[in-house]
């Protein structure tokens, strides 16, 4: 069992994914799928819900990982009527009874899985291995979205990429930023720029054109004008679907 630790859009979602699929071809589980919940999927709202629920969700998860996103939130001292610790007994119950059969990844911010594990010395003991996720840097971020680019079929102009650290070096020092999945959504209204741009040339347009992704179409974001943040994030990714299982 792990724990990923580390700050939104680091790349704790898919790393437990792929360790899905690399502890499968390893042969420790005998399936490979990533089963992703969060407090919701495994508490249930009344008394005896919750036992069952999570018992459904692990029955789904093994032979596969289960990815539980924010764990932190099963652990709710502050209400009294909280059915978070049922889950955590059936959780604690199985890791250890089923431990050949099914990996448990916990996932979340550093200091408040920390206090969760402090809380719950019984999790803590279970998890073998804490992995952090540190904070992507301005160069490692220029390299995702260079990737992210060429795996889109696109390029990007000598004028585009110094366009792009720019606009990476002023978003680093913005809140709300999600390191790989602001790059994700950064490219993705670039290419709606580009792709309004060209519509609107009126000149004949070449393949090179077609692809390539220009200074303009980064400067044209907000953040080069506004003094306020970037538009706001609008994902559909990240924090996969309540329930959503990914065959790896
Ligand atoms: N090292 C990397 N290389 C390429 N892409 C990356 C990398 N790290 C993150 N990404 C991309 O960033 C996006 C967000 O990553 P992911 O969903 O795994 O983050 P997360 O840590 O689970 O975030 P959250 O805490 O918000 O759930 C994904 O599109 C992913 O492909
Ligand atoms: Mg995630």
Redesign the pocket.
């Known amino acids: 069992h792990m724990s ?1 630790t ?12 792929r360790m899905a699929s690399i502890l499968h071809r390893l042969g420790y589980i005998e399936k490979g799928q990533l089963v992703s919940v969060t407090r919701d999927d495994l508490v249930g709202q009344y008394v005896g819900h919750t036992a069952p629920k999570t018992k459904d969700v692990v029955k789904r998860a093994l032979g596969g990982v289960l990815f539980i ?2 764990a932190y939130y099963l652990h709710r001292p502050e209400n009294e009527r909280d059915y978070g610790p049922e889950a955590i007994e059936v959780l604690l119950q199985v890791m250890e009874s089923e431990r050949e059969n099914l990996v448990v990844i916990m ?3 550093k200091d408040r899985m920390e206090q969760f594990f402090q809380a719950n010395p019984g999790m803590g003991s279970r998890v073998a291995h804490h992995i952090h ?1 540190p904070d ?1 840097k301005a160069d ?1 971020l220029m ?2 979205a260079e ?2 680019i060429a795996k889109q079929g696109y390029e990007i102009s000598d004028d585009g990429a110094q366009a792009l650290l720019d606009y990476i070096e002023r978003r680093l020092d913005r809140p709300r930023f ?7 959504n950064a490219i993705e209204r670039a290419r709606m720029r580009q792709a309004m741009r060209l519509f609107e040339s009126d000149r004949k347009l070449t393949k090179a054109d077609l692809v390539t992704i220009e200074a303009d179409d980064i400067r044209q974001s907000s953040v080069f004008t506004d003094t306020e943040e970037e538009e706001p994030e609008d ?1 559909g ?4 679907k309540a329930g959503a299982a990914v065959s790896a």
């Open positions: 990923f580390g700050n939104p859009g680091t790349g704790k979602t898919t790393v437990a994914l996103d924010e996932a979340g911010y996720f992507y490692e390299e995702i990737l992210m999600a390191y790989g999945r602001s790059i994700r994902d990714e990240g924090t996969a």
